[in-house]
């Protein structure tokens, strides 16, 4: 038996016609645009000086009924959200640089703060507007407020709000700014691999795999001057956002094994735990998604 989140939804033979109208706490003039998808129509326009989604489609006829009468089910009205946001970016940062829009900036889902379903001419209004800040008690003292530090966690920050182009360059340039990287000689590379062999072992005390390490800040590296020198524009799609983590994972893991300063070590632990809560929070189930690998599973299994 194949058991998994949204169970009910997906199975539910009873699916409505709906405009699903996501209100964006947003206060920028855009020009309205319109696209389609697979499931249905997206438009995307000002609105009392701020902006809406609307997404005209087919959702279960429960998961209507649960998110007005018990704001059940809010997490997979935002994951429809979720799946159009790339093109939603998309479009927003053609009107960004063609217009001079210069406030505009990555959209997500935290940027919405009422979904309104309206059905059969009726609209129910459902607040969302949430802390989904999970902050956990870290503190540093003045004296290790350092530049590379305060460049790793603003790489974070434009993680967190999709904003994938400016954590690259920020995670280089906090590396570039770490005093033991700075003071070495050579270029980008060679201080590279001259820092990445000074880590041994790990705070677990296995041996590490350096190469692998070096390898992906080299990555790293040579797409942040991809970008910085027009050869390549963020997409939005979802290899950015994995680039974007693995990236943050392999600076955290350079400082980390290198630091000695505990203070210092056990900040970057915590701003680490926070990121990975706070990214997980990112994670929205997409019901279609969910649908998509039911349906493959029941093929594979021929189960009714």
Known sequence: MYIYVGKEYIEDEKKDPVIIRYHLLLTWNINEFSFSDDYGQIKCYNDKGLIN???????????????????????????????????????LYHQKYLRGYLLIRPVSFRDIFIIELIRDDKTSQIPCLENQAIIIDKSIDSQNDYVFLRDFIDSMTAFLNNNFEDC??????????????REKSGKFKRKLETLCNEINVDRKGCTTNRQIINANAWFLYQTRNNIVHDKLKVDFDCSWNELGEKGVATINYIYMNHIKNKEIIDYLNSLGLEFVS???????????????????????????
């Not at 009924?65 to 946001?85: C, H, M, P, Q, R």
């Not at 690259?168 to 990287?181: A, H, V």
């Open 53 to 91: 989604v609307d997404y005209e489609r087919t959702i279960s006829h429960e998961l209507i009924e649960d998110a007005i009468s018990t704001n059940k089910g809010i997490g997979f009205l935002k994951g429809y959200f979720v799946e159009i946001l790339n093109h939603i970016n998309r479009e």
């Open 168 to 181: 690259i360059r920020l995670l280089i340039t906090s590396l570039e700014n770490y005093p033991p990287f």
């Open 278 to 304: 706070i990214k997980g929070l990112n994670k929205i189930n997409n019901l279609d998604v969910l649908e998509a690998e039911f349906k493959t599973y029941k093929e594979n299994y021929n189960e009714p």
